[in-house]
């Protein structure tokens, strides 16, 4: 299928003169390398001088600096039972993440940042539990879920309920619009991050007629800021082409295994050349993004079209869907936003139809607990499966 550029994201002039200082730096440097007498060989060794035909290279005389390099010596074969232990350099994972017997879904500080090991052909669902009040619910157990895909009840293989670093993605709407909504948009969405888990990973997209990064992963409040207060307030809506932009760096750039997209704008898309149907096609595979929408939409009879829009990329996608009354509300819908992510079930379950087998997989989770009547689990509607996943996968998280 072919997709117009105007999906992709554009980076602001401040990019491109650091990638033009980049390429200087690095010409400077190789011309300098290129002026000195030895040559690299090898990482850490420095290419000998031939020695004159007339010099014997076996001659003791001769200085240690000026012989010629030993032979390599031969490689060892490989380690079989009976052999010496080989030299190899051990495998340094921790423990609950060897290749034998570790622990899937399990979460480690490691010196790079978070990693999270799942075996081949598992699906992770992020589910929000709330209760006939709706008030979010955080003490139930394995047992007091069942999980359905295509209708068939899938045995779970990982379940737990913590506070994990997240990839954000936030997309602000800054059409002509928006321009007197812009401070208090932006103050909330600074509370938001505030409010999160502090290794979150957050990057940041201005969007009019077409999306702009105007920050890229960071976890830096001032930079976060400071593209948020990049107001440029006029042109159409693309939001569309916005969030399909968006889901496509979180799937190429994210480092964290949960991700979350939350979308701010005050009116309807008319600008993009994705549909809403391509949009949303774009987010559902089996590691795509939950969508928080917060739609400033004043007169509601004049946007039943955006509103409905915005409810169609959160509820598939297991995320909710805002619409405040007045800016005053923005804020403390941001709050929200950030502890429901934080109080979320991971529920990780081998599909008793493969992933290589492809198509569209619908996913449904019920929850009955002892005390509790009614409860209500908020999760991705379903999930495209890709053949790409007939492998295992380890991933920064």
Not at 132 to 143: A, C, F, K, S
Not at 312 to 322: C, D, K, R
């Amino acid at each position: 299928m072919f997709i117009p550029r105007r999906d992709t994201m554009h980076l602001r002039n401040k990019t491109v003169v650091g990638v033009l200082l980049l390429w200087i730096l690095a010409f400077a440097s190789l011309s300098y390398s290129q002026t000195q007498p030895q040559t690299q060989s090898s990482p850490g060794k420095v290419q000998a001088t031939p020695l004159p035909s007339d010099v014997d290279p076996s001659d003791p005389a001769l200085p240690v600096w000026a012989r010629p390099a030993a032979p390599p010596k031969p490689a060892q074969p490989a380690e079989t039972a009976g052999n010496t232990p080989s030299t190899t350099k051990p495998n340094t994972l921790p423990p609950d993440l060897q290749p034998e017997g570790g622990v899937v879904g399990q979460v480690t500080k490691g010196d790079k940042g978070f990693i999270y090991r799942q075996r081949v052909d598992e699906v992770t669902l992020h589910a929000t539990v709330l209760d006939r009040n709706h008030h979010i619910v955080t003490d139930l157990g394995e047992r007091d879920f069942t999980v359905y895909e295509n209708g068939e009840p899938q045995q779970i293989k990982d379940f737990r309920r913590e506070d994990v670093p997240v990839s954000i993605g936030i997309l602000v709407d800054n059409s002509g619009s928006m321009r007197t909504k812009r401070n208090a948009v932006s103050k909330a969405v600074v509370n938001l991050v505030q409010a999160s888990n502090p290794n979150d990973e957050v990057f940041v997209v201005n969007f009019n007629d077409e999306p702009y990064l105007d920050q890229d992963f960071t976890n830096q409040i001032p930079q976060m800021k400071e593209a948020l207060d990049r107001v440029d307030s006029r042109g159409g809506t693309a939001l569309y082409d916005a969030v399909y932009a968006a889901a496509d760096h979180l799937a190429k750039a994210a480092k964290l295994q949960k991700k979350i997209l939350l979308v701010v704008t005050d009116g309807e898309d008319n600008e993009s050349r994705m549909s809403l149907e391509e949009a949303i096609r774009a987010v559902q595979n089996d590691s795509g993004p939950e969508i928080y929408t917060i739609g400033i939409l004043g007169d509601e009879g004049k946007q039943r079209r955006a509103k409905r829009a915005l409810e169609a990329l959160s509820i598939q996608t297991g995320g909710v869907a805002f619409f405040p009354r007045n800016l005053d509300e923005v804020d403390e819908i941001s709050r929200a936003v950030a502890h429901d992510i934080r109080n979320q079930y991971s529920i990780t379950y081998k599909p008793t139809n493969p992933q290589s087998n492809g198509g569209w997989r619908e996913v449904k989770v019920v929850a009955h607990a002892s005390g509790y009547r009614d409860l209500e689990v908020r999760t991705r509607k379903g999930y495209y499966a890709s053949e790409e996943n007939n492998r295992a996968s380890t991933s920064n998280r």
